[in-house]
């Protein structure tokens, strides 16, 4: 859940057998492997997205970290941009990270399944993004933070991407390709 996840990129928890992760994962056998966060080094929307969700979810992160395109990490290693990130997650033992999902996709990366808002654990995919958009008030405004939205299929790490485009096409046919 996002108190484990913004303990674990705190420093707080340490080690994968923590009492705080085997209580999220019953019947499973961890290891007691030190965990080795990773995170960007870099500022980027994604590290927003990510502090964002960590600040609504662990108040010691609020309050001591924050939220940001780049934040003072008290803890781990930086990867420069998502091909950073994945080389170290690939290299170093017991690691987590996280990247973009079109990025993990592409790349055929392993992810975990998070608590989301509403308590169900979910996985990071197309129809828990379109949950987490569907869960926001856009009427209040075009731009939305998507982060812990709620819908029992929610992922609750979303952020949206816009593109800007002519209202008029000279050539129409050209702007679906």
């Given amino acids: 859940d996002g108190q484990v996840l913004g303990d674990i990129f705190l420093g707080k928890i340490k080690r994968w057998n923590d009492p705080a992760i085997a209580a999220l994962n019953p019947g499973l056998t961890l290891p007691d492997g030190a965990i080795a966060p990773v995170r960007r080094a ?87 993004f379109k949950a987490a958009a569907a869960g926001a008030d856009w009427a209040r405004s075009f731009y939305q933070v998507l982060t812990e939205q709620p819908g029992k299929d929610s992922w609750p790490i979303s952020g949206a991407t816009f593109i800007l485009m002519h209202k008029q096409q000279d050539k129409p046919e050209q702007a679906s390709n």
Avoid: C
């Avoid at 003072?72 to 690691?95: C, D, I």
């Avoid at 055929?108 to 308590?119: F, R």
């Fill in 42 to 128: 870099d500022g980027s929307g994604t590290s927003f997205i990510f502090t964002n969700y960590l600040s609504k979810v662990n108040a010691e992160w609020k309050s001591s970290v924050g939220e940001g395109t780049a934040v003072k990490w008290p803890a781990g290693v930086g990867g420069k941009g998502n091909e950073g990130v994945s080389a170290y997650v690939q290299r170093l033992p017991n690691s987590i990270g996280y990247v973009e999902y079109a990025y993990a996709k592409q790349n055929k990366m392993a992810h975990v399944l998070l608590k989301n808002k509403d308590g169900q654990f979910v996985a990071p995919d197309d129809s828990a």
